[in-house]
């Protein structure tokens, strides 16, 4: 078993997931909710985004196969989403948009199902991320690690919902930035991996 793998896994969908810049996202959904509430909301939305990431990842190679896109054009295109979500986290332009899906009043409607399991979660990024890391390797066992290591990542996640209110008054606007463009800056680099893998995969590149 090759550890570094399952550690490379764990650094992607940790920085697509961005459980730390969910935080302050989660408070601004559930204003005014009790510990309790939040917890309850927090715990449905893990729920709901592992398994839609879990099916995505078993099955996204499959239906690629039956509509004839190659899994390293797949993993191409997914390098290049993983970019453009890295430029998103510099810029804080997806800040600025999950703040906007958090608009309005949370007492009155559940965000569990919506925005925070989908499209929060399990986005795009991370959904094509699923599929990108069950390539990796063959084998029942490898994709049993790579969601292990995706279910570590939404255990993370639970944990900073459930002390959201006072992780967000410690780090501040300015703490959650920094972190946030961290972590932008790694998936800059691993989504250019990716691409470099699947042009390797393709044959364009020796």
């Known amino acids: 078993m090759d550890l570094s793998l399952y ?14 810049g969910l935080a302050p996202v989660f408070i601004a959904l559930t ?15 893990l729920v709901i ?8 990842g078993f099955a996204g190679e499959s239906i690629l196969t039956t509509i004839g896109i190659s899994i390293s054009a797949f ?3 997914g390098g290049l989403l993983l970019f453009l979500t890295a430029l ?9 948009r999950r703040e906007n899906q958090g608009d309005g009043d949370p007492l009155h409607h559940d965000p569990s199902v919506f925005p925070l399991a989908m499209p929060l979660l ?4 991370a959904l094509a991320t699923m599929i990108l890391l069950m390539g990796e390797a063959p084998g029942i066992g490898h ?10 990542v939404l255990a993370i996640a639970m944990m900073l919902f459930v002390i959201a209110t006072p992780l967000a008054h410690a780090l501040g606007r300015t703490g959650v930035m920094v972190v946030t463009r961290l972590l932008g800056m790694l998936l800059a680099a ?3 991996q990716f691409v470099i893998d699947g042009l390797k995969g393709s044959g364009l590149v020796p």
């Open 7 to 20: 550690v490379t896994a764990f650094v992607t969908l940790f920085v697509v997931i961005d459980p730390v």
């Open 31 to 45: 204003p005014g909710m009790s510990a309790a509430q939040r917890r309850r909301i927090g715990f449905r939305s």
């Open 49 to 56: 985004a592992g398994l839609l990431m879990m099916i995505f």
């Open 75 to 77: 993993r191409i295109a």
């Open 88 to 96: 998103d986290m510099l810029f804080e332009r997806r800040t600025e």
């Open 122 to 125: 399990a986005g795009p990024g």
């Open 143 to 152: 994709m049993v690690m790579v969601n292990l290591v995706m279910l570590a």
């Open 190 to 192: 691993l989504s250019v």
